[in-house]
């Protein structure tokens, strides 16, 4: 959880900090779509702030995006920073993807993702080498992740090929046929789950309640202190 609220609070201050460096260099703001076509390329830090960005091509160095829709279908060799309205991902990264949108559809290769969004589609085509963090209102996961995972929702479905521990915080869970855990699956104890196929689950399957008072206390001495 901590990697995400760190992760959410990058995204914000790079990709904001970036578009009033792109607002700087600009006399203007454009507004229209910004587009790299499939047959062009771009090295550098790539700024852009505009309605709608699409990465069509190839970008040797990282993306910084606020627009209201942005579309990659191109390779990143970087990280992706994204605030969006929309914000869809079908191609390849080879670092990581962090977005703050309201709705998100993961379909890219990339190494880790880290999402805050109101709606969360991870498809099939999906596939990361290392974690994927993420906190929304509906989050369904479907695509292969060769490390861990952290998902917090109301509603969770979870589907995917998972090379370490699951955790799930949300109000109900769905862990689908599809979903292999190597490791540990670990829900709220709140919840309502259901899990098709408990023999996919190599590790222990296991609840979590809120931190204890004293923990709770330790942490905020800490802080305070």
Do not use: C
Request: hydrophobic letters at 40%.
């Amino acid at each position: 959880m901590k990697k995400l609220i760190i992760s959410v609070i990058a995204v914000s201050v790079i990709a904001l900090g970036w578009a009033a460096t792109a607002r700087a260099e600009n006399d203007t703001v454009k507004t229209s779509s910004e587009v790299i076509a499939s047959d062009q390329s771009y090295t550098g830090l790539y700024t852009k702030v505009a309605d709608r960005v699409e990465i069509n091509g190839t970008v040797n160095g990282d993306v910084a995006v606020v627009a209201n829709k942005f579309v990659l279908k191109g390779t990143v060799n970087g990280n992706v920073y994204v605030l969006a309205e929309n914000a869809r991902f079908e191609g390849f990264v080879t670092g990581n993807i962090h977005v703050l949108a309201s709705d998100v559809e993961l379909s890219s290769k990339a190494t880790s993702a880290y999402i805050l969004a109101s709606q969360l589609t991870s498809t099939k085509t999906a596939q990361l080498t290392g974690s994927l963090a993420a906190a929304a209102s509906e989050a369904e996961v479907n695509g292969s992740i060769a490390q861990s995972a952290y998902v917090g929702a109301s509603v969770v479905r979870y589907n995917a090929p998972t090379g370490g521990s699951v955790k799930l915080a949300a109000s109900q869970i769905t862990v689908g046929n599809d979903a292999t855990i190597a490791g540990d699956l670990s829900y709220s104890q709140s919840a309502e789950i259901k899990i098709e196929n408990d023999k996919n689950i190599e590790g222990s399957i296991k609840q979590f309640g809120p931190p204890a008072k004293a923990e709770q206390s330790s942490w905020a001495a800490k802080a305070s202190g």
